[in-house]
T-cell receptor
């Protein structure tokens, strides 16, 4: 299994500002993923982050809005830029343990934009 | 795109009762994950099924994937208040099966809210 931590656990931000969310894993992983869970909704994949290459974004998500960094095999950040109330969600990172096919999620970052 | 339908959307049971949650896919599944989520928290990995007819158990929770790999069920025996939460199924799209490196790109069902009354 993997132990995943996220910072911050929650935040309240003003519209127009940006927030960077950190995801730390206790082991080296090739791929990390960022998901969004809007209030009352299920999870939607934002992007896939590989170390040493640019993140791959899903339809409806763009790099200017959600820039991602992946500086090493245990860490990634997601920035939510120029926030609006519609960005209020739980943001979760997850990791794929490769051959074991087990997918683990971090505890999430609850973001409220006012 | 992959569509996942979970049923029921919510479920209220008395402690000790058995229950089943279903997850149906519009396309053949390459892999199916089950997670539990406490309100406002992260996802707890329960099980992953990949082979048609596969069945896995963990404590009082059993998950099955049908032979056609389009439907999965999650069964809880003798439910307890600790089982309460949101159960989510997540699917690995068959089109992304490229060397096992795309298992993380999951499509999720809308979730089933389980309440267990003591």
């Amino acid at each position: 299994s993997a132990v995943i931590s996220q910072k911050p656990s929650r935040d309240i931000c003003q519209r127009g500002t940006s927030l960077t969310i950190q995801c730390q894993v206790d082991s080296q992983v090739t791929m990390m993923f960022w998901y969004r869970q809007q209030p009352g909704q299920s999870l939607t994949l934002i992007a896939t982050a590989n170390q040493g290459s640019e993140a791959t974004y899903e339809s409806g998500f763009v790099i200017d809005k959600f820039p991602i960094s992946r500086p090493n095999l245990t860490f990634s950040t997601l920035t939510v830029s120029n926030m609006s109330p519609e960005d209020s969600s739980i943001y979760l990172c997850s990791v794929d343990l490769g051959d074991e096919y087990e997918q683990y999620f971090g505890p999430g970052t609850r973001l409220t934009v006012t | 795109s992959q569509e996942l339908e979970q049923s029921p959307q919510s479920l209220i049971v008395q402690e000790g009762k058995n229950l089943t949650i279903n997850c149906t896919s519009s396309k053949t599944l390459y892999g199916l994950y089950w997670y539990k989520q406490k309100y406002g928290e992260g996802l707890i990995f329960l099980m992953m099924l990949q082979k048609g007819g596969e069945e896995k158990s963990h404590e009082k929770i059993t998950a099955k994937l049908d032979e056609k790999k389009q439907q999965s069920s999650l069964h809880i025996t003798a439910s307890q208040p600790s089982h309460a939460g949101i159960y989510l199924c997540g699917a690995v799209p068959a089109a992304n099966n490229a060397g096992g490196t795309s298992y993380g790109k999951l499509t999720f069902g809308q979730g089933t809210i389980l309440t267990v009354h003591p």
